[in-house]
């Protein structure tokens, strides 16, 4: 079974910029969350979709938005790059809306660079 | 606002050798989780702890949980060098926003392991 998937692998894009992330969870899985990891820290929650619907948002501005298709993939949209912005950004899937109560599955991640 | 704290942040450890991670939280959780990150790489996971008491066992890893205490221990037996990585705690908590009931992991800082021969 395919585990969670992300694309691109590897992006740098300059200040000022726009990206987007897209993430595919594990087939059956209807929630998916986004995380950043800034180097030497530990992931920090952007987001949480579940059935195409936002059901929760971590500290983050207005430069940051996510969506969710109908098919449960889902993408990281990050306005107006700032150098803060470079991470690891990670999606996680999980079986049901409220994850705490189960486990997510962590993708392979996106490493973007701004410069 | 839940706070999650790692120690120690850096391990050294010889080949053989015990040692334990802490990692304490300052709410009540609904989980614990502890995971496994490889340089460049993403999170593995290693254990879901649900309850207080709760211990699992992988390997050379072990984990604890004592929801009274706050706490969770990852206690590392004969160390070899394989295991070096990074090792982050995450509880795992229910929030509400807007009426909405939504759950997300929030993370200690991340233990860095290197096992020496």
């Known amino acids: 079974d395919a585990g969670v998937t992300q694309s691109p692998t590897h992006l740098i894009k300059t200040r000022g910029q726009h990206v987007t992330l897209r993430c595919s969870p594990i087939?059956?899985?209807?929630?998916v969350s986004w995380y950043q990891q800034v180097l030497g820290q530990g992931p920090q929650f952007i987001f949480q979709?579940?059935?195409?619907?936002?059901?929760g948002r971590g500290n983050f501005p207005d430069r940051f938005s996510a969506r969710q298709f109908p098919n449960y993939s889902s993408e990281l949209n990050v306005n107006a790059l700032l150098l803060g912005d470079s991470a690891l950004y990670l999606c996680?899937?999980?079986?049901?809306?409220?994850?705490?109560?189960?486990?997510?599955?962590f993708g392979p991640g996106t490493r973007l660079t701004v410069l | 606002e839940l706070k999650v704290e790692q120690n120690p942040l850096f391990l050294s450890m010889q080949e053989g050798k015990n040692y334990t991670i802490y990692c304490n939280y300052s709410?009540?959780?609904?989980?614990l989780y502890w995971y496994r990150q490889d340089p460049g790489k993403s999170l593995e996971s290693l254990f879901v702890?649900?309850?207080?008491?709760a211990v699992k066992q992988e390997g050379r890893l072990m984990a604890s949980l004592d929801t009274k205490a706050r706490l969770s221990t990852l206690h590392i037996t004969a160390a070899v060098h394989d295991l070096s990585a990074t090792y982050f705690c995450?509880?795992?908590?229910?929030?509400?926003?807007?009426?909405?009931?939504?759950?997300?992991?929030?993370f200690g800082q991340g233990t860095i392991l290197t096992v020496h021969p």
């Open positions: 709410t009540t959780s609904d989980r």
């Open positions: 702890l649900l309850s207080n008491g």
């Open positions: 087939s059956g899985h209807k929630s």
């Open positions: 995450a509880v795992g908590k229910l929030s509400n926003a807007g009426g909405t009931s939504y759950g997300k992991l929030t």
């Open positions: 996680a899937s999980s079986l049901v809306k409220v994850v705490a109560d189960n486990e997510q599955f």
């Open positions: 979709y579940y059935e195409k619907e936002e059901r």
